[in-house]
């Protein structure tokens, strides 16, 4: 039972990223699933969060217009499209899942994106 992060990677400024988060022994029915990340010297910021009740969304105010979250509930995977991405995007992208529900909680592992000016 586990997160799986990926999609990361070594991207200019002005392109494009997407990342995914899959579920591995449990579906996303019943969670909130967020991306959080991490800068170098930084704490762990909150992203965006999708509901996989309602497909509510959210995102922070310095990704707000350039990322998308998005969900396949058939393949348990929360996707997180990045454009127009920005050297100040360079951080450990993690992502999370939550359920008051159903009681569960889980962290996947993190995944590097590096944008360069």
């Known amino acids: 039972v586990q997160l799986q992060a990926s999609g990361g990677g070594l991207v200019q400024a002005g392109g494009s990223l997407r990342l995914s988060c899959a579920a591995s022994?449990?579906?996303?029915?019943?969670?909130?699933i967020a991306w959080f990340r991490q800068a170098p010297g930084k704490e762990r910021e909150g992203v965006s969060c999708?509901?996989?009740?309602?497909?509510?969304?959210y995102y922070s105010d310095s990704v707000k217009g350039r990322f998308t979250i998005s969900g396949d509930n058939g393949k348990s995977t929360v996707y997180l499209q990045m454009n127009t991405l920005k050297p100040e995007d360079t951080a450990v992208y993690y992502c999370?899942?939550?359920?008051?529900?159903?009681?569960?909680?889980?962290w996947g592992q993190g995944t590097q994106v590096t944008v360069s000016s």
């Open positions: 999708i509901s996989s009740i309602n497909g509510i969304t």
């Open positions: 999370f899942a939550d359920s008051a529900i159903v009681g569960g909680r889980f």
């Open positions: 022994g449990f579906n996303l029915d019943y969670y909130g």
